[in-house]
């Protein structure tokens, strides 16, 4: 159990990472950078196509976050 808690904890911290790299704008060849969009990307990809943009913000992220730490108390 703490370990699927930790794993949870640690995609959210990965997914932070995606936003304040977006908001940077990094170098998207960048080993680091990449690994975090593929691990972020497909769990985010279908939340945008569900989510209209709001004034130019994504709130994919947002929502992902929320969803993590809803998953996380259940568990």
């Given at each position: ?35 975090v ?23 994919a ?5 929320i ?9």
């Amino acid at each position: 159990m703490r370990l699927v808690a930790a794993l949870i904890d640690l995609y959210s911290l990965v997914v932070l990472a995606a936003v304040v790299m977006s908001w940077v704008r990094a170098d998207r060849r960048h080993p680091l950078v990449k690994a975090v969009y593929r691990l972020t990307e497909p769990v985010l990809a279908p939340i945008r196509r569900a989510l209209p943009l709001v004034a130019g913000l994504d709130f994919a992220p947002l929502v992902l976050l929320i969803a993590l730490r809803v998953l996380r108390s259940l568990w």
